[in-house]
């Protein structure tokens, strides 16, 4: 009975078990599928491509499989185009498995790039240019590709101004190119803008009058109109000087003309013609301003003398020059400076002595030949200092024609105002101009130039501070430099010796230095020459030594000699006797000797008597420091200068002579 007892619950246990067993799935048999891109393209260069982007895999049972995917691009060279096969494999929870295989096409699409290449400019003349110098070429496939670059260069020609387009090439391994094209500026390093205007400035006989007193505008002035040209058209713009432009004044004769040589030096002087007062301090004087050797001034003007030579010879002093050449534009302009015919006359002999004056027609002719078919100059220009319409020098040039032409002709000496133009036969008329003195005129000569350079215009004028105003306004440079130089002889200039108590023209001036020159030597009579006098005295005006310098400005010398007074009366007759001053009126009888004072211009001429008196002496004594003294000693008796006034000398005031100069009384000669 037990055993049938446990057997019972084992049956149950056992239909228990039965009864739990779950019920049978049914196989899956089906794989995964794809969807996505048929095929992929990748250009070289590109972010690699993220293939799960591109593809997705769905599977019956298992659903999105797309993160399972599995891509295989081991096959792909992504440096190197192409057509690639990328695998792509994904499996289901069954084990079923899918696979496709993908074109994936590796592509170069990028050109090549060419660096460096840069635009050229090239001087005729100069090495052919090395076009690949400093150019490389890349690829993003090929790398380096400098050695394939190719150059074209037929359009540039190297032998001819221009514009010109250079173009480099290069390929890489899929056929494309780069190119570059840059230009090329072929110059010629000779070749200047072509200029159609000239202005030519000029003064002459400046006389050392480089400060502005009234009508005399002052190298202040003057340098700022010639500056203000230059720096708005320095290639259109000529600043001439024609002679006696040094000696005169006591800010330039103090320091023997270096104030006026530097101030004209600053200005920009191109061309300075020498003037027979250039030869007062002796030649060497002015001429060491060229000389490399003298140190302390220098200036860049050349100092021109075509026909200024050693006596017997046709050797020019040193550092002068028969011409100067200036390069205006594409305008070669050539200047010839003369000096007038005969005017050694016109310079102590002392000063003279070693040197003579040829024709300036024949030299300024021969220059002007040489200077075209030689030089090859497109201007000539001519400078004479002399008036050069009652000589017939202008006439002259003008008529020269061909490779004699002469262009414009500059005058001086006379200190004449004029300006006109002279005609001439197939040609333009050829202008001509003086310029007054002491810087109250600016010359201009205007030449207007075609595109060769010929002259198909002129304009000639004087200007003034009243028709030009850039000659009321002082250049600050110009004006420091003078400045310096006056305040080294500031009491020279600013202390009044004496206030003048009237008028007293040149001519009662030379006669009263006459009257001087025989009281200070106690000569019997003596002589002046207008031409040593050179300014009057204005009523009321305050008298310093830089006034006696304007009136005497010629460092003359008293000279005494003994005549008969036949030579003496025969003198007075003459012209060059007219001014002069006899002691107590008296006569001269023609077989007795008197004593003779002079100045030494005037003693030294061999057309005077002078050179042939007896017992002659040179004192030594300035006629100009003869008047500062009687002025000073009047100043202490008198409130004004007379020419009335007892004539008083030396320290003791004692009076040696008092001379009412009637004759001038009567002939109006001051008032």
Known sequence: MKKILLAIPLIF??????????????????????????????????????????????????????????????EINYLVPGTYGLTLSVSDLSGNTSNLVINIYVVDTGNPVILGA???????????????????????????LTNHIEVNSSNVNLEAEGLY??????????????????????????????????NIYYINDLHGAITYESEQMGLARIGNLVMD?????????????????????????????????????????????????????????????????YTDDQVDAPILGANVFLDGTETRPDFIDPYTIVQKGNIKVGIIGVMGYGLESSIAVSK?????????????TFYAEYLRTVEQVDIVLVVLHDNGISTGFNQTMSQLSGNQKVDAV???????????????????????????????????????????????????????????????????????????????????????IMVSGAYMSQSALSFYMAKLMRVATGSDVAFQNLGGTRAPIMNAQNITVATLYQIFPFDNKIKTTYLTGAQINSFINSSGGAYHDIRDD?????????????????????????ISGIDSEDTGILIRDVLEQVLRNQAEVYDFFLLTNPVVLGSSYRKLDAFILKSEINQGLFI
């Open 229 to 293: 040209e230059r720096s708005r058209n320095p290639e259109n713009t000529l600043f001439i000087g024609g002679g006696d432009l040094l000696q005169g004044t006591l800010i330039s004769n103090y320091f023997e003309g270096r104030s006026t040589v530097n101030a004209l030096d600053a200005i920009g002087m191109d061309a300075f013609v020498l003037g027979n007062h250039e030869f007062d301090w002796g030649l060497s004087t002015v001429t060491r301003y060229r000389n490399p050797l």
């Open 118 to 144: 840069i635009d050229i400019t090239y001087e005729i003349g100069d090495a052919v240019p090395d076009y690949l110098l400093g150019v490389t070429a890349e690829d993003a496939v090929d790398g380096d």
């Open 165 to 198: 387009n250079l173009v480099y090439t290069v390929r890489d391994g899929s056929n494309r190119t780069a190119t570059v094209v840059v230009s090329v500026t072929v110059i010629d390093p000779n070749y200047v803008e072509p200029i159609d205007l000239l």
């Open 13 to 74: 246990i056992l239909l228990l078990l039965i009864g739990c067993e779950p019920t049978p799935t049914p196989t899956d048999f089906v794989a995964p599928s794809f969807s996505g891109e048929t095929s992929i393209t990748y250009e070289i260069g590109d972010e690699l491509p993220d293939f799960t982007e591109y593809f997705t895999a769905v599977d019956l049972v298992d659903g999105d499989l797309s993160s399972s995917i599995n891509f295989d691009d081991s």
């Open 410 to 496: 500059f005058n001086g000496h006379s200190h004449s105002s004029y300006s006109g133009y002279l005609t001439r036969t197939g040609s333009t008329s050829m202008p001509y101009i003086q310029s007054s003195s002491n810087g109250k005129n600016l010359g201009r000569v205007r030449l207007t130039l075609d595109s060769e350079g010929n002259i198909t215009a002129s304009s000639v004028t004087n200007l003034t501070a009243s028709t030009d105003s850039r000659l009321n306004v002082a250049n600050a440079e110009i004006n420091s430099i003078i400045a310096s130089y006056e305040l080294q002889i500031e009491p020279l200039l600013t202390e009044v």
């Open 352 to 364: 003279i002595q070693g040197y003579h004056f040829a024709s300036p027609e024949y030299w300024a």
């Open 586 to 610: 008296m006569s001269f009888d023609d077989s007795t000797y008197y004593k003779v004072a002079t100045n030494d211009y005037m003693f030294d001429q061999t057309y005077n008597p002078f």
